[in-house]
């Protein structure tokens, strides 16, 4: 009878850790979530003070801001739909994410696709693509590769004595010159940083393709001017 008894109990016992451990999940489960949406609630954005003319879009709906998270002070860009009120997509694609400026925006005729630069000889450099449906790509990586190939091919013996301290960078609103519905035409120059001894620019085509979630970039022609 003894033994009946304390398996009873054992059983019991078995059964409230069993569930103890169950509601201790889901409440960690509604917690992390209740945290995940007031970190989303408490990110406040704002436009930039410098430059705001080149990151509206040309139907007026999108553009770039910052935000800025009071719990963490993190700093991150985004783009942003206007008449909504709210954030599209984190630009996590681009390394740059001051609040001080030196960004530029071309977009599309149709105000669908973007391209986003971060500019300036002292400042971060990057440059992505980017669609009003999430969709985003780096490209600066893949421009500064084309163009070490380019050169490389060419036997530009100057590049190769100067390859390991040479950047890209684009220049505020006149590196643009095309985009369409699938090709981006663009000037990007290789240079050292604070230096005069090497500076090249060059013209440069890409098609692209968005799909989805995914934008296809790749070389179509590249030339010196």
């Given amino acids: 009878m003894l033994q009946i008894v304390l398996k009873v109990f054992l059983s019991f016992l078995f059964c409230a850790a069993i569930g103890f451990n169950t509601n201790a999940k889901a409440?960690?489960?509604?917690?992390?979530?209740?945290?995940?949406?007031?970190?989303?609630?408490?990110?406040?954005?704002?436009?930039?003070?410098?430059?705001?003319?080149?990151?509206?879009?040309p139907n007026k709906r999108y553009t770039v801001v910052w935000g800025q998270n009071r719990y963490s002070n993190r700093i991150r860009n985004y783009l942003y739909d206007i008449r909504a009120e709210k954030?599209?997509?984190?630009?996590h694609s681009c390394r740059g994410?001051?609040?001080?400026?030196?960004?530029?925006?071309?977009?599309?005729?149709?105000?669908q696709v973007a391209l986003i630069t971060y500019n300036g000889r002292w400042e971060p450099r990057d440059a992505c693509l980017v669609s009003?449906?999430?969709?985003?790509?780096?490209?600066y990586?893949?421009?500064?590769?084309?163009?070490?190939?380019?050169?490389?091919d060419s036997c530009d013996l100057l590049f190769l004595k100067y390859r390991?301290?040479?950047?890209?960078?684009?220049?505020r609103n006149q590196y643009l010159l095309k985009i369409s519905s699938n090709q981006l035409t663009l000037l990007a120059t290789l240079?050292?940083?604070?230096?005069?001894?090497?500076?090249?620019?060059?013209?440069?085509?890409y098609n692209y393709q968005v799909t989805g979630k995914r934008i296809n970039f790749r070389l179509a022609s590249i030339q010196k001017t």
Wanted: charged fraction near 20%; hydrophobic fraction near 35%.
């Fill in 27 to 57: 409440e960690a489960r509604n917690a992390s979530t209740f945290a995940r949406r007031l970190t989303r609630a408490s990110t406040k954005y704002y436009v930039f003070d410098s430059y705001r003319e080149y990151l509206i879009s």
């Fill in 87 to 91: 954030p599209i997509v984190r630009l």
């Fill in 97 to 111: 994410n001051s609040q001080d400026g030196n960004i530029s925006t071309n977009w599309r005729a149709d105000s």
């Fill in 132 to 139: 009003v449906n999430g969709a985003q790509i780096n490209i």
């Fill in 141 to 152: 990586n893949q421009i500064q590769s084309d163009i070490t190939g380019y050169l490389i």
């Fill in 164 to 171: 390991d301290k040479l950047a890209v960078d684009f220049f």
């Fill in 191 to 205: 240079y050292v940083p604070n230096s005069r001894t090497y500076n090249q620019s060059f013209l440069m085509t």
